[in-house]
Structures are given as C-alpha cells and as structure tokens.
C-alpha cells in the first residue's frame, strides 16, 4: 500500500509543479507524459498483480505454442488470441515482454484521451488511478484493449460519427464482446439530461434490481453458460465503490439544473455515459459481474468531473428557487470558494474509492512486486 501511496503522491507532485499555477498546454502536455511513463513503469515491470495475471501468462504460452492451426483458446476472443499469436512470432517475446507491451497498449490511449480531451489532466489523471480504471487494466487485459479503442472512439461519438464509432466498436470486440453495449448506447447519450430521464432510468433501475436474477437465468442459459450460478452473478461488491459515481451524478444533474454547466453536445454526452455507468455501479452491489459493463462508462467519468470544476470556477451557481429566493454563488470569491469545496469533496471521495479497493484488494492489487525481483 505504501509503494502506491507514494506512486500517487508523485502525481500530484508533478500537478503542484506543472499544473496549479498558470496551467498551458505544454505544461499538461510534460505532465501527461511524467505522470503516464509513471504508470506504465508500474504496470510493465509488475508481477503476479492482477487477479487474471497468471491465467493471461499461462494463455501466452499456451497459444503461441499451438500457432496458427488454431484461433480458439479458452472463451477468449478471435482478435486477441490472432494478436497474441503474432506477438508470439517476435524472437525473445516471453510472457513478461508480452505484459510490457499490453501495458504500452493500456497507457498510451489513456494519456492521449487524457490530453486531448481533460479540461484539468492532472485531475482527470488522479482519478483514473483513484476510481480503479489504471488497475482495471492490469488485470482484465482483453477488456482492457476494449476500453482503449472505446477511449479512441469517443472523438467520432462527440464528432456525431456513427460509422466510423460503429466500426471501432465492432473491431473492439474482437477483443471483448461487452463492448457491444456501445452501440445501442451511442443514441441513448443523445437524450437531455433531466428530472425525466433520472425516473425513467430509475425505474430501469428498479425493475433490474427486483428482476435481475431471472434474466441473468434467462442469458446465461445461452450465453457464457460458464457464469450461470457463479459467484459472479450470485453475489455483488461493496455499494462503497457506488459512492463516488453517485456524487458526481448527482452534482451534475443539480448544476446542468442551475445552467452552471454549459450543456453543449459533449458535456451532455458525458454526463449521459456517467449516468450510465453510475447505475451499473449501484446495480453491481448485488452482481459483480455488472462491473465489466460499467468501465465502459466510467472512463468519461473522468472528463466530467474537470467540466464540473471548471464551470463552478468560471461561473458559480446562480438559482432562483420557486419560492423566489435565489441563492448566488457567481462572486469572484464564492466561485473560488466552491470549486475548491467540489475538488476537496472530489479527491476525498475518489481516494476513498482508491484505499478501499486497495483494503479489499480489488483487481489483485496486492503488495507491488517486479519481476526484476525487488
């Protein structure tokens, strides 16, 4: 736990140095870069760190010996088994220069989708490795390739591109099929965030909770069959990793409310898809295995909170209740004042969500250990 309390406080070093007085581009830029060559030095040079880590190890020498004769291994998807198979043929690959380059895979996509896309990177950054999106991919690793082409694809959804956003998801699931619920998703994040969506997907909410065993019966009984009666299905995770997703939810309906937030197409996309993997979040306290859907969604989580901070920043709160009282935050002062409330409130809750699931040992992260031996 020390080893990762130190790895995080180094990021917020290389903030405090670069980023909280008189941010720039270029200055977000060396961050990104120090921060995320950090990251991948972490997840490149782990051992045994991650629940699937060995199974992944095994898989590596198991499909490369087989060759080309055979494109099946386990459940595993096509696209990964032919991908591992080629990195096989490159002489010296073994299985810890294959996790090498599945961490070069999983860092780089988050840093450029940080950069590009963050209105505050250093922030966007804590909380990926907060909320468990940095250890997430050190242990579902065909899932991981998923979310990095999903984090690609996020410019061709805000853009309004359907083909091109249908065509990565679609080749993203060579790598894992949940990726699938994108598609669907991609017209449902259209919808205005409002009072009447909140009811509507709380009944969906509802209806899930009260249903949920019957249709996961009903799915498995044709689909991943290997999950039918699994702890997976039977059994959920702490409602703890659900606070933090339900606060920034909650907060950005209350401020696209009071107009604070500026509900242009990707700030409602991205409260859409926080929304979204909010839910799944709640609903994963009774099914654990809602949680490979919802890492889908929270990665946006991640651009969302910066809009937040920003917009209390530069605008405060402003709104006159139905009783004619308003109550005015739009002062020079009461703007400081509560977008520094927001970020405190953001980094105690997501570090919550980070020691918590370090406690709990969510994604096998155990005590860090190299394969380098120390």
Known sequence: ????????????????????HKPSKSKNLVFVLLAFSQLFLISAFRYDIGFDYQMYAIGFRNMTETGFGTLTYK???????????????????DYQWYM????????????????????????????????????????????????????LAWYFMKKNKFFIFALLIIFASFFHQTVLVMLPVYFLVKMKPCVRELLIYGFILLWFYTASSNV????????????????????????????????ITIAAFVLIKTETINLTNENKYLTNLTFIGTLMM????????IERLSYYFIIFM?????????????????????????????????????????????????????????????????????????
Not at 130 to 138: E, G, K, R, V
Not at 282 to 289: A, D, F, L, P, W
Not at 318 to 336: F, M, V
Not at 342 to 360: E, K, T
Request: hydrophobic share 55%; net charge neutral.
């Open 216 to 247: 996961f019966d009903l799915i498995t009984s044709f689909f991943h069959e290997e999950y039918r009666d699994s702890v997976f299905i039977q059994q959920g995770v702490s409602f703890v990793y659900a606070i933090f997703p339900v606060f």
């Open 1 to 20: 736990m020390l080893f990762y309390t130190i790895s995080n406080a180094l990021i917020l070093l290389w903030a405090a140095l670069l980023c909280f």
């Open 100 to 151: 090498i380059v599945l961490s070069f895979i999983a860092i780089l996509p988050a840093a450029i989708f940080i950069y590009k896309n963050s209105e505050v990177p250093w922030i966007s950054t804590v909380l990926y490795v907060n909320i468990f999106m940095f250890f997430m991919t050190m242990n579902f690793l065909r899932q991981m390739i998923a979310v990095s082409i999903v984090m």
């Open 282 to 289: 709640v609903t994963m306290s009774k099914h654990s295995i």
């Open 75 to 93: 459940d595993w998807e096509t696209g990964f088994i032919l991908f591992t198979k080629v990195l096989g043929l490159i002489p010296g690959m």
């Open 302 to 374: 991640i651009l969302l909170v910066p809009v937040i901070y920003q917009s209390l920043k530069t605008k405060g709160i402003k709104y006159t209740t139905s009783g004619e009282k308003t109550i005015d935050l739009t002062s020079a002062k009461s703007r400081k004042v509560v977008s520094m409330v927001f970020l405190l409130l953001v980094l105690a809750l997501s570090n919550l969500h980070f020691y918590y699931g370090l406690f709990d040992h969510a994604h096998g992260a155990y005590e860090y250990v190299t394969w380098l031996k120390f």
